[in-house]
């Protein structure tokens, strides 16, 4: 029998929910919570996205960074119109969302192994639900190490959280590009980071988003320490309009992203980012 609080809609009609909490995150950043207005979506698995419509402006792909119950959770940087308007939305007021959309992390399939999560800016936001989910369930996993990168302090993610997350049980460090006077932590890209972090290489797995470089960087050092590139799950991106894989703008080679990813494998990834402007 169809559940009558999850929707059953074509993909491309958009669900209301309703804004409940809005918080800065950085300068640029903001985390909004959301709720349905009534019917909800089907579940999100960590890693996948949904299309969210700010009204009279548009829609754009964001990453579920939070999951709880019927409540989703995304982070948005302001980068332009729909941006900025799903930015300045408050609470009470209400935005579209469609999906799920595309692949997730598929963390059950690292039950038994050492967790290494490693983030570059924004990439925190769709990598926060595998720290989440983690931490709920230690039982079922080795040590999880979160490694994140940041341009200055300011832009820091979740910054609040850390601490909870090494209560937890995480081990978690962190690194900025160009520290300020008050910094006292790492400097240099997040890769840096990787000789600190307390995993097995055969008996891990990783999961990395973050600037293009930054996981060419990343993935490629995981390997060189022994890391199966199958078990690398990295994030990648491009410009998606859609949502369900018709309209071609976000093809990388074979693949659709918001169809075929935005989660792959290294495997799968590293010979099509080695193809220039593909």
């Known amino acids: 029998m169809t559940d009558p609080s999850v929707a059953v809609r074509p993909a491309g009609v958009p669900l209301p929910y309703r804004v409940v909490e809005g918080r800065v995150e950085a300068p640029d950043v903001a985390t909004i919570v959301l709720e349905p207005v009534s019917v909800a979506l089907p579940p999100f698995a960590p890693g996948q996205f949904a299309m969210v419509y700010a009204f009279g402006v548009g829609d754009i792909p964001v990453s579920v960074c939070g999951i709880d119950g019927r409540r989703l959770t995304h982070t948005i940087r302001a980068v332009g119109a729909i941006s900025g308007a799903l930015q300045r939305v408050r609470p009470g007021e209400t935005v579209g969302v469609r999906g799920p959309f595309g692949t997730g992390w598929e963390l059950p399939a690292a039950t038994g192994r050492d967790l290494l999560v490693v983030a570059g800016g924004i990439g925190m936001a769709p990598l926060r639900p595998v720290v989440l989910d983690a931490l709920a369930a230690p039982e079922r996993y080795g040590q999880l190490n979160v490694l994140i990168g940041a341009r200055m302090p300011r832009d820091l993610l979740y910054a609040g959280e850390v601490t909870d997350w090494q209560a937890g049980g995480a081990r978690v460090l962190v690194t900025v590009d160009?520290?300020?006077?008050?910094?006292?932590?790492?400097?240099?890209?997040?890769?840096?980071?990787?000789?600190?972090?307390?995993?097995?290489?055969?008996?891990?797995?990783?999961?990395?988003?973050?600037p293009e470089v930054m996981i060419r960087a990343t993935a490629r050092d995981l390997v060189h320490r022994g890391l199966d590139a199958d078990r690398i799950r990295v994030s990648l991106e491009r410009t998606m309009h859609c949502g369900t894989g018709h309209c071609g703008h976000c093809q990388l080679g074979p693949l659709l992203l918001c169809r075929d990813g935005p989660i792959v494998s290294w495997s799968r990834a590293q010979s099509l980012l080695a193809v220039r402007e593909l």
């Open 178 to 210: 160009r520290p300020d006077a008050e910094w006292t932590g790492d400097v240099g890209v997040v890769t840096t980071l990787l000789e600190r972090a307390a995993f097995d290489p055969c008996g891990s797995a990783a999961f990395v988003c973050g």
